[in-house]
């Protein structure tokens, strides 16, 4: 019998709850955590405790997907205001809207709240019966390194006898079932992650990774979410548009580790077993380590630190790696070991001690974490080979910040080195988000590569002419030339082919920023895109179809 699929098991979460619920148990709990300010009915003010009977059968804020009897709660987006959709949800039968204006002329019945996005979460939590409350929640926050650590913890957790969930970049996994996130969104919307740690729960998971994202946690996606433990992978340069500075940047990845504090929203677990300690692993070698360690403590939270600093409590000794393989050497509280993993980068050191620092914080078997650590054969998008015969290298990879973009090219410089060749880079940078980074990562691509090719990422409504020139500003700056070994390409295939078509035997040819996505988001919404098939079509057109 096949594997039933994520969607089949989220609808057997949905039918796992109750068909209908009065109002007043989210009322309660709004109120409690002060978040209510008043409600209306008819367009006049009443008392909260009015609606308290009013039957709800499910929430959402896409006023789209409102069914009979749902609660539509009225979030003010990046580009559309949900208060502008009350109306429809009233027409399409929702029972209730929660709002932070009230709406006099709707005679719907609004609750009134501080803030909508807040409220959502709370929601969210109260409809699927707060599901992590029944979950062992690992937070994995930072700037870099979230999905492969993620993907890492998960194989550790299960290789330890803990049935584990994930909600990731790249995947989603719900009891044995794992399929790839065709969102480009990581941290999803508050009703869809609650409903995926229902699934979980249902499903007979013990544990759930959740890759948390500084977006998530300003956003409140997360608010309502019981978590246990708490990484930090790094902290650089990124989603400066978004957050507005460097700061509201480091405070809301701060917020994941003040979220540890113990309280009814957040109790210590004893169920499912083991006992779940309320943790940070932190990465001892980032600048901002003091200042989590800190936020930490003072949640009550007890502090794992790893990285090669001589402090560190999970510490790596040595590491060496052939281009394929990582080979790690570390003493811990658990004892001394060596791992072998299936994965290139250097930066992979640290996303493996994280999770031998969360196995010791969770005191899990320490050989079964290492076999979990060294099973896993690699991560989508993520320094990811490919090869077709062709005599130069090719490699696929997520980065797309400053840092992650610098930490590739000089894992790949020696690479090149050895084989007699040099580097060719093709990336863009995000439409409508953080422009600081983009002259940034030209910049770093032309000091470490002999030919940048510049292209589209997703160029959302942006002008991407506009994107290209901001980034060739950075590579102009430390010399490079436009035409001649700065190549500006909007189209991405046809940039990857022109950067093949360069290649000279034993280059490597660096396809970063798209990674794992399925698609490019321009103009008109996302139109399907795969790296890897673009990377094996173009080298096909150039005489190579090998294994790929």
């Given at each position: ?167 990731g970049t790249v995947d989603t996994k719900i009891g044995r079932t794992r399929e790839a996130n065709p969102e480009h969104a990581t941290t ?48 650089t340069h990124e989603h400066l548009d978004f957050h507005g500075s460097w700061e509201a940047y480091r405070d809301a990845k701060l917020s ?293």
């Amino acid at each position: 019998m096949s594997e039933a699929t994520i969607a089949e098991l989220l609808a057997a979460a949905d039918a796992g709850l109750p068909a209908s619920r009065p109002l007043g148990g989210l009322i309660e709990r709004l109120t409690a955590e002060g978040l209510l300010r008043g409600a209306r009915d008819g367009g006049r003010p009443i008392g909260p405790a009015a609606l308290a009977a009013v039957e709800v059968k499910g929430i959402t804020e896409d006023s789209r997907a409102v069914q009979p009897g749902t609660i539509f709660v009225a979030v003010s987006g990046e580009h559309v205001d949900g208060h502008d959709f009350v109306e429809r949800a009233a027409t399409a039968g929702t029972s209730v809207a929660i709002v932070e204006q009230p709406l006099p002329d709707v005679g719907l019945p609004q609750l009134v709240v501080e803030r909508s996005q807040a409220a959502l979460a709370t929601a969210a939590a109260w409809w699927f019966g707060d599901p992590s409350h029944e979950l062992g929640v690992v937070g994995i926050t930072g700037t870099d390194g979230k999905t492969t650590t993620s993907f890492l913890a998960v194989a550790a957790l299960e290789a330890a006898g803990l049935s584990s969930g994930l909600v990731g970049t790249v995947d989603t996994k719900i009891g044995r079932t794992r399929e790839a996130n065709p969102e480009h969104a990581t941290t999803p919307g508050a009703p869809a992650l609650q409903r995926a740690l229902r699934a979980m729960v249902a499903a007979g998971s013990r544990a759930a990774v959740v890759e948390t994202t500084s977006h998530g946690l300003a956003a409140e996606r997360v608010r309502g979410i019981a978590y246990d433990v708490a990484v930090l992978t790094n902290l650089t340069h990124e989603h400066l548009d978004f957050h507005g500075s460097w700061e509201a940047y480091r405070d809301a990845k701060l917020s994941l580790f003040e979220r540890l504090a113990v309280s009814p929203r957040n109790p210590v677990k004893a169920s499912p077993a083991p006992t779940w300690p309320k943790r940070a692993v932190v990465n001892a070698d980032d600048p901002s380590v003091g200042l989590f360690i800190g936020v930490a403590q003072e949640a009550g939270a007890g502090v794992m630190t790893y990285g090669t600093d001589a402090t560190a409590d999970v510490r790596a000794t040595h590491s060496e790696e052939d281009g394929r393989r990582l080979r790690i050497a570390y003493d811990a509280p658990s004892g001394s070991a060596n791992l072998e993993l299936r994965l290139a980068g250097r930066f992979n050191v640290h996303n493996a001690l994280a999770v031998v620092a969360l196995g010791d914080a969770l005191r899990l078997d320490p050989a079964a974490v290492r076999a979990g650590l060294e099973s896993v054969e690699g991560v989508p998008g993520r320094m990811e080979r490919i090869d077709a015969g062709q005599p130069f290298g090719v490699v696929i990879d997520y980065a797309h910040s400053p840092a992650s973009l610098q930490a590739v090219l000089d894992i790949l410089a020696p690479v090149a080195a050895a084989r007699g060749g040099g580097l060719i880079v093709v990336f863009g940078s995000a439409g409508e988000r953080d422009t600081d980074k983009r002259p940034m990562m030209g910049r770093i691509a032309a000091e470490r590569t002999r030919l940048v090719v510049v292209t589209d990422e997703d160029p959302r409504g942006e002008d991407r002419e506009a994107i290209l020139d901001d980034i060739a500003r950075g590579a102009e700056q430390v010399g490079a030339n436009r035409g001649h070994d700065l190549l500006l390409i909007a189209d991405r295939p046809a940039a990857i082919e022109a950067a093949f078509e360069r290649a000279r035997p034993g280059d490597v040819v660096l396809l970063a920023g798209k990674g794992h996505e399925h698609s490019i988001i321009g103009l008109d919404g996302p139109v399907a895109y795969d790296e890897r098939t673009t990377a094996l079509d173009a080298l096909a057109r150039l005489g190579f179809a090998g294994a790929g």
